[in-house]
């Protein structure tokens, strides 16, 4: 197992994951990404959702507020 502070944890192997309602579902896949984060439209598996959006940043210096991390990520030039 491989745990990314900023993406999925990553399991060797067949997985199966039970839900908090008891329900078990199941990954034949090598290696399988487990979605930490709770954004991807296929939860429990990871679909990189975690991409589009920010880390919370360091506070600003003049109000001492912190970015917004829920903002969508700008398009990078």
């Not at 930490?36 to 990189?48: E, K, N």
């Not at 940043?57 to 990520?73: F, I, L, S, V």
Request: one cysteine or more; glycine letters at 8%.
């Amino acid at each position: 197992m491989t745990v990314d502070r900023e993406g999925p944890v990553l399991v060797e192997g067949p997985v199966e994951v039970v839900g908090a309602d008891g329900t078990t579902v199941r990954s034949d896949r090598f290696v399988t990404a487990i979605c930490t984060c709770r954004r991807s439209r296929s939860y429990p598996w990871c679909d990189t959702s975690h991409r589009r959006r920010r880390p919370p940043g360091p506070p600003n210096a003049a109000t001492g507020e912190r970015r917004d991390a829920e903002r969508e990520e700008e398009p990078r030039p």
